[in-house]
């Protein structure tokens, strides 16, 4: 029996992470009606735990097979620890399968209002006309259907309500953005940085990072204690939960409806319009169905895409709103598996124990250098990558001797600089996601089935982040440098996008330049599933803008009675 709800509302909006909570400020503050439908628990500060010292952890977060005992994929990600494992998809009753010889973890998949906001890594960087046009500067794939000048204004206001601390940098292919003031590099990084500069010409700089460096709506600065995966009490780092979605709730016109798994989109087929949206209730298993003048998905690129795929109908036979065949394909996520490390002096720097000192929530950021204008192409591989590194003073566990001598040597600070690459995908038909008929998780809902692997390209790229790293950590002068290159799968960096692409022309794409479907005019998704391509730079403050600027579309569609 499905159980309806007697409220209509004016749009439905599915997820409440960063497109999601977006999407909900957006539209109830300008007075709409907006359900909100999350597969997980309400968030509040209680659940934060990041000034808990593990002792005071039943198993002092040091028994990893009590998390893998039900999440062995999510336990993968290194933040689902003891202390926030509750937070995740149970694996056992949520799973999804992967073809033989062809592993994919699929991690992040958070069950709990704010979904990755909670834990996400923070990088915020803008994208360019280098990537939005990328096709037309290297032949392959397609441009985005919008311009780095279509978004420029919703990049300045999203940026100056999440609160981006930063430093222009004057780079045509990263442009600066409204930033808080930087938080300074350590003497190591400021060290990397300039010899980097000097003797390669590469743009070393402080992270770009959703973490505020001056109080911002009642929103408190950073104190550094570290681990923002557990949350923050001072609200310090952006999390949706504590900010968009509690803007939309006290604007008196947004219902959460939690513990919602929503898994079907509901059509009028007469008139070819989304009326609603079906969802199981994860506490009672009872499946109820909410309506409204639009849907909105935003659930995660892979969330999102697979309620279409369950949605197909006999107009739709192959998923909803995909007319063109391309919902599901081109799947892109991004390597990260090639960088390397290196030891620095320590200027007088003393390691601390857990919770001894301050502990910055980041380091630094590496801009792209492969494949830009006015420089000639890069022969090996197309498009290009960027570096997360941080600098950090640990024991010396690896000391020799014994005894007397041995505490001595463990006292002597080591000093390093970890750099990853972080790399774009490209968008290939064979990396797809479909629905697995012969699966279904304990909600009765059945399941994707990943299709995913390096192609040549990444292979190429891969080589060249190890390679590239231990040539800037031995420019900066650094000793005992180890670098790695291996293969992506079956860990991906969490950045997944473009399997329900924008694009201008509706035979090749799903949606359209403001994440409207081609087929279905009342039915958007405003999250990286939208995306033409996926370039190196972390995607997430580009999903919020996009949302911001697609729901102002919404808004002015609904006006004029086109939806």
Known sequence: MVNKTKQPYDVIVVGSGASGGW???????????????????????ENFSEHKPAFELKYRNRAKEIVRKTRPIQSKFEVCNEYTYPWFANDLEEPYTTPAGQPFNWMGRVRMTGGRTNVWGRVSLRFSDWDFKSASHDGYGEDWPLSYKDIEPY????????????????????????????????????????????????????????????????????????????GCMTHSYFNSAFTTVADALASGNCTLISNAMAHKVLMDHHSNRARGVLYVDRNTRQSREVTARAVVLCAQAQESTRILLNSATPQYSNGLANSSGVLGHYLTAHVRSGGGRGEFPNFGAKPSVEGGGPHKPFGIYIARFRNLKN??????????????????????????????????ALLQPRNTINITGFGEVLPRWENFVEIDSNVKDIYGIPVLKIHMADGENERAMIKDMGDSAGEMLEAAGAKNIRTYA??????????EAGIARMGADPKKSVLNQFQQSHDVKNLFVMDASGFTSNPCQNPTLTIMTLAVRSCDYLMSEMKRNAL
């Open 23 to 45: 999407a909900c400020k957006r539209l109830a503050e300008a007075g709409l009606k907006v359900a909100l439908l999350e597969a997980g628990r309400p968030q509040s500060d």
């Open 155 to 230: 990049y300045d206001l999203v940026e100056k309500y999440v609160g981006i601390t930063g430093s222009a940098e004057g780079l045509d292919h990263l442009p600066d953005g409204q930033f808080q003031p930087p938080v300074p590099l350590t003497c190591q990084e400021t060290l990397f940085r300039n010899r980097v500069k000097e003797k390669l010409g590469r743009t070393v700089m402080p992270t770009r990072s959703a973490n505020l460096t001056r109080p911002l709506n009642g929103r408190g600065p950073c104190h550094y204690c570290g681990p923002c995966e557990r």
């Open 375 to 408: 420089a000639p192409p890069y022969k090996k591989f197309l498009r290009g990558f960027g570096y997360e590194g941080e600098s950090s003073t640990e024991f010396n566990w690896d000391a020799p001797g014994f005894g007397e001598s041995y505490k001595k």
């Open 486 to 495: 291996h293969p992506s799968a079956p860990r991906w960096a969490l950045h």
